[in-house]
């Protein structure tokens, strides 16, 4: 494998690997609060939908992010009503997130756009388009460094530069703000952040809320920057993958970010199957490249669920003592 090869699966994983980061750290700050969500696949799902939708309609793929955003904020609103407000089983909840999107989104295709459940393609200003960065071109010459940068670094849309810049942004806000030591005091011990006078109930709402606006990010990526459209069940269980990536992570970002970029490069090589077999010397069948991050999701969650420690609160609704 030539270096120029291993640029472009690297690029890929970048990538594919974009949507992942974002709906870990949705996960991360939801479940640092104390509140578990496995509707982080659901989440995304509509947001690919409504925001390829309103991409479509408007011709503006910005409006198209809002809209997206907007989808995903409603359906955590929904989960922070059942959990929160009103105590209910999270697992549950998150479960019904998800059929309600899988079924949602498919019959509100047929019935706008009558596809079969996709919407139309998207193209112009309905689609992010790629990023150079400054200099990229001129240094693309350049042995190893400059290739790096101009086919690596540069050429990705701005939601790719945005999720990479979430990482170091929530370690901060975690871990040197004020709001970020009381949210992970919430999910390790609410009765002590209540006695203290801060709102328990507003705090994990805060964390659905970003949680949904990063689960929309992710979903309309997926729809106007990697691919140009919507289509049935277009996720392929992303959502879950970042759970077992956040479960890897251990509920950290840098962790998450790299757990990510695992996954994305499993995903990156499944769509180079020339190349793998060039290196081991024999062929493998594409289904088993293409099963490889699911299988790597189920040893994860198999191996690592009973080492990694989650916030000791979390799954569980929080009564405040009279």
């Given at each position: 494998m030539d270096f120029n090869t291993f640029l472009q699966i690297l690029d890929a994983t970048v990538r594919l690997a974009t949507p992942?980061?974002?709906a870990c750290l949705a996960g991360?700050?939801?479940e640092?609060?104390?509140?578990?969500d496995i509707g982080l696949e659901g989440k995304m799902l509509a947001a690919a939908f409504i925001s390829a939708a309103a991409a479509f309609v408007t011709g503006s793929v910005w409006l198209g992010l809002l809209a997206g955003i907007g989808a995903s904020m409603l359906l955590s609103i929904v989960h922070g009503m059942a959990s929160i407000t009103f105590r209910g089983n999270q697992l549950i909840s998150g479960v019904a997130i998800n059929f309600l999107a899988a079924g949602l989104t498919v019959v509100l295709a047929i019935n706008w756009f009558g596809q079969g459940g996709r919407t139309p393609q998207l193209s112009g200003g309905g689609r992010l388009t790629p990023i150079d960065l400054?200099?990229?071109?001129?240094?693309a010459d350049v042995p190893i460094?400059?290739?790096i940068y101009a086919e690596l670094i540069s050429g990705h849309t701005i939601l790719v530069y945005l999720a990479l810049a979430f990482v170091p942004f929530t370690w901060w806000l975690l871990n040197r703000t004020r709001f970020g030591l009381r949210l992970r005091a919430v999910g390790e011990?609410?009765?002590?952040?209540d006695t203290a006078g801060v709102s328990v109930i507003g705090l994990r709402y805060a964390a659905v809320a970003i949680c949904g606006v990063l689960c929309g990010i992710a979903g309309a990526y997926l729809a106007t920057a990697l691919q140009a459209g919507f289509t049935k069940d277009m996720s392929a269980g992303r959502g879950f993958i970042a759970l077992a990536a956040l479960i890897f992570a251990k509920w950290r970002p840098w962790h998450a970010l790299g757990?990510?970029?695992?996954?994305?490069?499993?995903q990156a090589i499944s769509l180079r199957p020339d190349v793998i077999e060039a290196v081991l010397g024999f062929k493998i069948q594409i289904q088993l490249l293409d099963a490889l991050p699911y299988i790597l999701t189920v040893v994860i969650l198999a191996g690592f669920v009973g080492r990694a420690v989650p916030p000791r609160a979390g799954g569980a609704p929080y009564v405040k003592e009279r």
């Open positions: 992942l980061l974002l991360l700050y939801s640092r609060a104390g509140i578990f400054p200099f990229a071109q001129a240094v460094i400059g290739q011990n609410p009765a002590a952040v757990a990510t970029l695992l996954f994305g490069f499993l």
